[in-house]
């Protein structure tokens, strides 16, 4: 956890915490609910395991199979970034590439693994899965001393990470170790794949599924939550709001974390802070209130969002007139 | 031939039989009307809310389209298409 103060003074918020797991073993949150899951693989002496990703998750378990040396199928869009797609190769796993969307390739992954009788960690074994998913919150309250915020922001792909913090809260309360009344809960999602974000801003609370995502936060492209419906219902009990700011947006959002706090995230990251930068213009989150962001992803491994932000530089001969010259003349003072 | 899917979860409501063969060309809605005739109203139950609405806990892909994205229940089902039934399990 990382008090952001140079993001408060850009917010013109009073107190910002990052909860940053770009730094976790294979750099994203997914190491937590996989942790969970694989465990449970091995207690029950599964022939292998999987899952279906966006990437992240297929990097997780593709490193925990490792460890645990179960064999390893991770079904993926095909289309996925080059550092998604080596990182599960390089520790091992099997990458089915799907020909599709991440909901085409979770359906077919599904079918596989009913079929086959393995282990997938988003799918047949999620209730575990989601278990690991709450240690952000606990990790939360304690890195806190203890105390939780009044607002987490939460990126939403399939939901699940949303309604585990809910989840969490609702077992610290019940074990009297906080008070009844939960943080208020938010989800970002981006603008071009927002099917829980236009769900909780209907009357009926149904998420409206997305055909084809198009985003540069594919970490989030899920456009069929599985616990869409769940989160909305999270996000609604706990007075909490759903946002969905745009890929400039997002990406404005990335910059600054990187650049205000050397963070330097996926645009999973950069959604959140976007939505706290959205929230605090229009006021949906108050000045004086504590927020914590989730940064859930690590921002090597989508390089290809920046296009031609950063081309690459020319060499300069190593003379002081040559640096003088590249920086423009020399300082004075 | 329509071909059903059916996944394990979803099994329980035909007794475990987890691939149907149906002669038969309609709307997907009267293909569960066929399928509900032979394993009666546990498998309407499985799949349709009281109100007819497919129920949130499945999807329904026809010959491997979101059957949402097509017509939903009044979904056309040609004479050799294979209709899947997952449970609605997603994402990470």
Redesign the interface.
């Given at each position: 956890m990382r008090r952001a103060r140079n993001l408060e003074r850009r917010t013109d918020t009073r107190e910002v915490w990052i909860k940053d797991d770009t730094v976790n073993p294979t750099l994203s949150f997914k190491d937590r609910p996989v942790a969970v899951a694989i465990a449970k693989a091995r207690e029950w002496s599964l022939p292998a395991v999987g899952c279906a990703s966006t990437g992240n998750l297929a990097a997780a378990v593709s490193a925990a199979a490792a460890k645990a040396r179960i064999p390893c199928y991770v079904f993926v869009p095909a289309s996925l970034e080059p550092a998604k797609l080596l990182l599960p190769r390089l520790y091992g796993g099997i990458v089915v590439p799907i020909d599709g969307t991440y909901d085409d390739a979770n359906r077919v992954a599904f079918q596989v693994a009913d079929q086959r009788g393995w282990g997938f960690v988003n799918l047949n074994l999620r209730p575990y899965y989601a278990e690991g998913s709450k240690t952000l919150l606990f990790e939360t309250w304690e890195q806190l001393g203890f105390e939780l915020p009044d607002v987490i922001v939460s990126p939403l792909g399939s939901g699940l990470l949303l309604t585990s913090l809910e989840k969490g809260h609702r077992e610290l309360s019940e074990l009297g170790e906080a008070p009844e009344r939960p943080p208020r809960l938010v989800g970002s999602q981006p603008a071009g794949c927002a099917p829980i974000v236009r769900g909780f801003e209907s009357a009926d609370g149904r998420p409206r599924p997305v055909r084809k995502p198009d985003t540069i936060a594919e970490s989030l492209a899920i456009g069929d939550p599985g616990s869409g419906f769940e989160a909305i219902q999270s996000i609604r009990e706990t007075h909490g709001f759903a946002d969905a700011p745009t890929d400039a947006e997002i990406l404005e959002g990335v910059r600054l974390l990187a650049r205000e706090e050397g963070v330097f995230s996926e645009p999973a990251g950069g959604t959140t802070v976007a939505t706290l930068k959205r929230a605090r213009e229009d006021g949906r989150i108050d000045r004086d209130e504590r927020v914590v962001l989730l940064v859930t992803g690590n921002g090597l491994k989508t390089p290809a969002v920046w296009g031609n932000a950063f081309p690459p530089l020319a060499p300069i001969p190593p003379t002081l007139a040559a640096v003088d010259a590249f920086l423009g003349g020399r300082a004075r003072g | 031939m329509v071909r059903i899917?059916l996944?394990?979860p979803i099994a329980t409501a035909t007794g475990g039989e987890r691939e149907l063969e149906v002669d038969f060309q309609g709307t997907l809605r009267d293909l569960f009307d066929v399928v509900t005739t032979k394993y009666g109203r546990q498998f309407q139950q499985r799949i349709l809310e009281a109100d007819g609405a497919l129920r949130?806990f499945v999807?329904v892909?026809v010959n491997?389209e979101?059957a949402?994205?097509l017509a939903g229940l009044d979904t056309p089902i040609p004479r050799d298409a294979t209709v899947?039934l997952?449970?609605?399990?997603?994402?990470?």
């Open positions: - | 899917v996944a394990s949130r999807n892909y491997g979101d949402r994205f899947d997952l449970p609605a399990i997603s994402g990470g």
